[in-house]
């Protein structure tokens, strides 16, 4: 076994409390998933599938947990609500699985909260920022079934404004965002109002409908303006589109995206993409990141495309095993109470604690990124220079 195998082994041994690496037995525990496997956003939802499987298999070859197998039963839901919630209801009635992991979209997270909720099942959205996802905006209150890996949209919207700003000295930018989009629309609204907040100059915001593929008419009225940059509080496959096209009309912003961004998209966007700045969930420096993307690239036989998503996947497959641990069942309303109650666990991208008041990471930071030199390169992280 190589030295790093090792030393996974150790921790995972350590972690879940097992005495010996004993084979697990018995009926297995399933843990559900909902992935985008085909479609728009594909790219993301094979890597979570994936990061979760190889989570499975190191957890089941430590022992599994309560000396029981562990059985991923993942559905692709194509990026669509009807579907997510289709494989939700399968889920929770039909496989009786003890939690679900995914998606990474907002909007079909908020869609699932009242399966799981009816049901007892606790959720756990990966890159879902939106706060609708775990807080109920009618009634302020948190829904006691689903939680996030990810930050919020308030925050990364105050960090693409903060960094432009505080930063890079940017004082006037223009926002494109996809007005049916949960993701999209959240995020715009809390870039603009902390950017008006700092005193820059809003030259306006444009918009789209998703499946749309020429933004030439609202780059070329953007470019207009004189804006110094642009904010893509948007998803890759568009972002490229945009900063390609902007290009075309000989117009070169400084371009800044929150976490909608994927490495894939230099396949569309090209060298345009080059100097644009990015919000990052996770610094992909980390050693433990960079170690478990080894294993991936072991198991797989090729790197991970999407690091952010891998990791996500792993670690939320690793808070459900700690917490069926610490509840001492399989079952999902004690494995519920015992995920709200998380503390200080140490998970491969950083350290969980849970806010009972949000069901969000409390203080997760974030990761400010550039793309340079036709790869994605850390910079530092940052947060808002005040208190929210």
Not at 88 to 111: C, F, Q, W
Not at 190 to 200: C, D, M, P, S, V
Request: overall charge negative.
């Amino acid at each position: 076994m190589k030295r790093y195998g090792l030393f996974l082994a150790v921790v995972i041994l350590l972690s879940m409390g097992a005495a010996a690496c004993a084979a697990p037995s018995g009926e297995p525990i399933k843990i559900g998933y909902l992935a985008t496997l085909t479609g728009d956003g594909s790219t993301w939802g094979q890597h979570e599938r994936d990061g979760a499987l190889l989570a499975v298999k190191e957890l089941n070859e430590a022992g599994g947990v309560l000396g029981r197998p562990l059985e991923l039963v993942y559905y692709d839901v194509r990026g669509r609500q009807e579907d997510a919630i289709q494989a939700a209801r399968r889920l929770v009635h039909e496989d009786k699985v003890v939690a679900i992991g995914g998606t990474n979209y907002s909007g079909l997270n908020i869609a699932t909260a009242s399966v799981v909720t009816a049901a007892g099942v606790p959720q756990i959205g990966t890159a879902s920022t939106n706060p609708a996802v775990t807080v109920d905006p009618k009634t302020g209150q948190v829904r006691p079934f689903t939680f996030r890996m990810s930050y919020t949209d308030p925050y990364q919207g105050k960090v693409m404004a903060d960094y432009l700003i505080n930063k890079l000295g940017v004082k006037s930018a223009a926002v494109i965002t996809d007005v049916g989009s949960d993701y999209s629309e959240g995020l715009k609204e809390f870039f603009t109002a902390r950017f008006a907040e700092l005193k820059g100059d809003l030259k306006g915001v444009w918009g789209f409908r998703g499946g749309d593929v020429d933004f030439r008419a609202q780059l070329t009225e953007m470019k207009a303006t004189g804006a110094e940059a642009v904010a893509l509080p948007i998803l890759y496959k568009e972002m490229g589109l945009i900063m390609k096209q902007a290009a075309e009309l000989d117009w070169k912003p400084i371009f800044i995206g929150g976490d909608g961004f994927s490495p894939s998209m230099h396949e569309i966007a090209g060298d345009t993409m080059e100097g644009s700045y990015w919000v990052y969930s996770m610094d992909l420096t980390n050693p433990q990141l960079v170690l478990l993307l080894s294993r991936f690239e072991k198991e797989y036989g090729k790197p991970a495309a999407e690091p952010s998503n891998v990791a996500n996947a792993y670690d939320l497959i690793t808070w459900v095993a700690e917490a069926i641990k610490k509840a001492g069942k399989a079952d999902p309303v004690a494995v519920r109470d015992a995920m709200e109650n998380t503390k200080d666990l140490r998970l491969v991208h950083f350290t969980l604690t849970v806010d009972k008041e949000t069901h969000n990471p409390l203080n997760k930071p974030a990761a400010m990124m550039i793309w340079k030199d036709r790869s994605f390169n850390f910079l530092e992280m940052w947060a808002p220079q005040d208190t929210f």
